[in-house]
């Protein structure tokens, strides 16, 4: 709120200000009058003329052309009729427009011009509807006083209106924008008698608001909001402006000067006061600000807030993953957690896991957990009903609104039902007898968490996809068979060769490693700038198969995991992780008091996770539960279309931007998979299953292949390369729900570098995409003796660079996407007519003399440029190795959603004449502050800041020099 008195110094220039004011304030009193007979002298009009026409102009009719249907004429004849002086507005008026906008007939009383324009009351000023009054007869019943243009005489006082009018121009003319404190007083007057006269104002309320108005004006009390001072204020400014350019008057000027400033000083009041009252609202919600909301953008971030506003709610689902080696009894403990499984009442594919099956639960008040779906009705219209009745849906919206929107939602149950149990409460006090159905089964579900239960199939098949769906916001049950020693080796039926990569051999203590150190890496904990809380409960099953008493298997059952957990460095973060609690089951005992106390951890353990309580829009409850219910009707992928055509069935659609930010949040906390670039933000993956399967159709197994696909299909399976007709038998072995969607699981695949289209190198042509596609995962050649591609002798060639993974761990998987970002920027090497593509080891061409090898071995990933001319200068491809490195360490660093580095870049020392693995490495980092480190692997020598970094880190080097000069 503002007050006039703020504006201008100068008390005469402030009562001019509020004569301005009187004036728009009288017009609004005048209003309801003015337009009302407007509408009555038309209809009265068109009544007599009958049919209309509204082909004649203006001109034509003040000419007096006749009208074809006879209409025009007779028009303006009325309208005339009605002058007080005959004397019409033809430059205002359209007579095309005279049987479509009663406002244009009204105009024909107005001023002679400078009204064309205005099509209603609402953009007329005082002038022009006070001269309709004064020259349209039809106003003399509704005035006491006989309406005249005529000025005073002794005889006779000036009507009102005139005197008003009168008003009007003079303050709006004034040479010197000033108002004496005298002339004031007399205007309010006038004003206020026009407004209250006996004959018809006096019982309008517009008029008598507007009598209250001037008073409260008059006495200085009346606050005007900031948005009706910027209006008052613009349009003085536009008159000031207007005068200006006729007359040159530097007191004007100033005015206008001062005008202008006063506007920018409320706009900037207003956006101040938006801002701090945005920054209050965004604090007290700060608390409460998902984590993954705060790392977005600004946009982004302001956008969630704005959809808070409309409500918000605390989002409670645990999201459980349950983990370990294929057969340990994963499914089996699953079963034994959720009701209806354990009680046989829903029928549950016995078969092993295939990717990932996912329940959603529901907590019952007893603490046992049953199957969603069931329970899906109660959820949702809970959920609604408590936003209904808190009536944070209506407060924007108006309530005939609100009932009409709410209908055309007939047909959805869930939301009536939500609505009904809403208004019943609201109607009455107490619940009666007859809302008990209801309560009872609200009462079921009083509690609000949900739990999302993740069965990951063991075999190492799926590992290299399982990694999507792994994040913090997880509580972790690590399965092991407590009767299968942790040394025993894993058997290669289970496909062990696509996720070990150049390991050969892998034991249990190695898959057990392989998922703790899985879940710490995708945790986004390795900045530590928070502390890990515990999220990981270990569970050992075949308890009945254990020997000993009840207190030697508990005992043993710990020694393994002691024993497992031993295998990590002494600092390990991953102890942060390990719940204290550990659990040993016999999955074939249901009844088993351990399965209820499991759930109860589970629950006691995300409680205390940081993102616990978060809160989200309340208006996202309904395109939560849209992806529900396309889940229901087993949807796995969708089209983006059909997402945002169901969004605008819901009550409170997102919209476009809202939606995409709910999708993107949906996809970062991994219940849907969503990519907000190029060809995939037209999908939407409801099903991660459904990635998994897409993956699963590119590994071969026993599919049936066509006798002419035979080779293509053999070269495929030996050296990973999918021709055309080789993918179109992978299609044709699919399901239906990824066949039917062929592009889109070629650009998924693409996008989450599983396959990789090879470049073009034949001169002149270098760098095109090949029709046909090399899978990397599936490389199984092994490499002949690994230091020749390595260290070919004799040849210049790089440092080696080394990529070296925090907590020794390095998924392969890591490796081949890598190798798929290679493939796509620079053509395969060959040898032979083939790719020098192997298991762990890929070469490619950079340019004519230069070439690229890049290898793993346990967790580190090498890379070296080998120039195969041995008289080059490597100087002069400095700048090409900068970007191969970067290119290299975005990408790894974009396979990880988190913002911390997960790996360290060394360099292995440049003396070395064959690389060995692990060997003679320096943290890049050092050189920073130190010019030589000294190398304990090759003779005992120095390896100076220069040698070690004057090829791959450059741009680096030359800043650290600069820096110490
Ligand atoms: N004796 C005994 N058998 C068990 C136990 N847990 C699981 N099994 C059996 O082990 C076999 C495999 O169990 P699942 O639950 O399917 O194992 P999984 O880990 O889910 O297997 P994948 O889904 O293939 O990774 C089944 O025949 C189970 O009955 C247990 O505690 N004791």
Redesign the pocket.
Known sequence: MASLADVYKDKERTNWLKAWLAIDIAKSGLEHLADNEAQNFHRLIYSHVGSSCTSCTTANVQHKKPCPRKICDQVYQKIINEHRYNSLSWKNTSAQLWQTNYWEIAKCYFPPDGYAATSSIRDTDFNGVISFMLNCKRFDSSMSFPITTGKPTTRTSACLLYKAREIGKAVRHSSVMKVTDVELLDYFTTLSNLLNDSCYLIGDSDAQKAVKELEELKKDTLLLTTAEMICLLEAVDATLKKRLKDVVDTSLNELRDNTALCIDEIKDYIDTWNQSTETSYKKSCEDKLPKDVQQLDEKATTLFYKALKHGKEQVNNIRLM?V????????????NLIWEFRNKTHTKQ?????GIDIHRCKLMTDGDWCLDTELIRVKFGDRIEKVVSKNTVTATEDHETFKERIALHKGDEILQHGIKVAKRKLETTSLDESTNEITTSLDESTNEITVSVW?????TLYYSTHQFFLNERSIYVV?M?MTRSLKDIVSKSDGIGIWCGLVDSCTYLDIFKFWLNAIHMNSDYQSGERTIKPNVILVG?????MKGSAEEKEENMNLYFDNALCSFDKHSPIFNHIYKNRFL?????PEDSAFAELRKEIISLATKQDYWDEEYPVRWIHMEQTLDKMRDKKRQIVKMKDVEKEDLENLHPLGIEELTLFLELQHKQGNIIFFNSGALKDFVVLAPQWIIEAFKCFIPHNQKIEATVLKDWEEYKQYAILKPNVLDEVMKNSPPYIHEYRSAVINYMEYLNVIAKPLTSEEGITGIPLDFHIVPCLLSRAPPPLHIFTSPPDKPQTPVLAFVFCGKFLPPSFFHRLVAVCIRAWPICQERGQYCLFNGLAIFTLNDTYTLRIWYMDYIIYARIVCCSENEQLDNFIWLFQEVRRKLKKSLKDFFYQSSSVFEECIQCPDMKVSLHNEGLFIVKKFKYTNAIACRVCNPHAVTRSNAMKHWFKEKLDRIETDDD
């Open positions: 349950v370990g080696m294929f057969g340990v009894g994963k499914t089996s403990l699953v079963n016995p078969l092993s896991t295939e069965d990951f199939a063991g075999q399965v068979d099953t075949r308890k009945d198969k089951v016999n999955n074939l005992c």
